[in-house]
């Protein structure tokens, strides 16, 4: 067994540690007080090549493997998390639907600019009434005259509004199977007439995320806008998802690495009762469980995405992944406002903001209660 990085993945790391501390971290806080996307940055970072990792170079991508877009997800979540899910909706899911299940025609169109980073693609699953249970997927797209018509609403989209949002992968109803509903999935380009871009989600995290509801009203798009096979887009949503959960890991494992670094900072620096309170065994103990976490996480993180990258089922352990790293990401930002003490509750803080933004990595791609049902499956428990 071999757990080191390869030279390649080592000094990729070290190129996009050093964009994020140059670039992204001096604009972080105030990304968030503003609540916009920094769009200079994502700019930056497609002419970087990020948005292109794992995709073939023959459709703009730099033809890379998924521990290094893990890698790039945890070192930019690591000090933005709101980049770090905008770079991982846009490439896991988004550009990523169309990697998978796109034919030619359709990866030329949409995913050679999105692997570039000219435009961003969104993944359109979620509905006011249909989160966990996909299955309750209301929004509807049906034939007419060779145009699909869209009709229904999502909720909680990200990268659906931005000024270069290019395309949307939506998930509707189009038609029934022996009384079963029938899903798909089908390309909406932004700007189509019928579809409605919500103004910006006001979030407790992710609050520079570009997150919207959408509204479709005799949405039309030609019919070869359909994405795959009709009545494939459920288990195509499911695959994307499990890509997804691994990207959700690695924004959970930047997150508690940051905690970390910066309660063991401040508590070297922050003198009580004569002596730096970490030489207090109540705080040396948070801080080493912090560590054994981050560590752990990060291990699984990597073993998902390299089982991926190896053609192997991954399912499980990104739901493994996912889970412990995003739960342990909480634990992370609460304790690390823990050691800050009154200074933690400051807003000024960064782990203020890094309290905010861990609670919803337990909740995007699949909330820690479905990671446990897939969990569950696995070990062959009844349902």
């Not at 073939?56 to 730099?62: A, L, S, T, V």
């Amino acid at each position: 067994m071999d757990f080191d990085l390869t030279p390649e993945q080592e000094a990729f790391r070290q190129a996009v540690r050093g964009f994020v501390d140059e670039v992204v971290a001096p604009r972080a806080e105030e990304a968030d007080r503003a609540e916009a996307l920094p769009m200079d940055v994502v700019r930056q970072m497609g002419e970087l090549g990020l948005f292109g990792i794992p995709f073939p170079e023959e459709y703009g991508g730099q033809g890379g493997d998924h521990v290094s877009l893990a890698i790039a997800i945890e070192e930019i979540g690591r000090v933005d998390q709101s980049l770090g899910v905008t770079l991982s909706a846009a490439v896991g899911l988004g550009a990523g639907m169309i990697h998978r299940f796109g034919d030619e025609e359709q990866k030329r169109r949409w995913l050679v600019p999105a692997a570039r980073g000219d435009v961003l693609g969104a993944f359109a699953i979620s509905e006011p009434g249909a989160g966990s249970d996909t299955s309750a997927i209301a929004t509807t797209a049906r034939l007419e005259d060779g145009e699909w018509m869209i009709d229904g609403s999502k909720a909680f989209t990200t990268n659906s509004g931005t000024s270069i949002t290019g395309f949307m992968v939506v998930a509707a109803v189009t038609g029934d199977r022996e009384g079963e509903k029938e899903y798909s999935t089908i390309v909406v380009p932004a700007g189509t007439p019928g579809l409605t871009v919500a103004p910006h989600y006001r979030k407790l995290g992710w609050r520079a995320s570009d997150t919207h509801e959408l509204s479709f009203q005799g949405c039309r798009v030609p019919e070869d806008h359909l994405l795959g096979q009709r009545g494939s887009g459920l288990g195509q949503c499911l695959a994307a998802l499990d890509g997804g959960r691994v990207g959700i890991a690695a924004l959970s494992v930047g997150l508690s690495q940051a905690c970390l670094d910066a309660s063991v900072s401040y508590a070297g620096e922050r003198v009580a009762f004569g002596k730096p309170i970490a030489s207090h065994e109540a705080i040396r103990f948070k801080l080493a469980d912090m560590k054994v976490a981050v560590e752990a996480a990060r291990l699984l993180t990597y073993r998902a995405a390299w089982l991926r990258d190896r053609g192997r089922p991954f399912t499980t352990e990104a739901a493994v992944a996912k889970l412990y790293a995003s739960e342990i990401a909480v634990t992370c930002a609460r304790e690390a406002v823990q050691v800050h003490g009154g200074y933690g509750f400051i807003e000024e803080s960064a782990v203020a903001r890094y309290y905010r933004d861990s609670k919803v990595l337990e909740i995007a791609e699949g909330t820690s209660e479905i990671q446990r049902m897939v969990i569950a499956r696995e070990l062959g428990l009844p349902a």
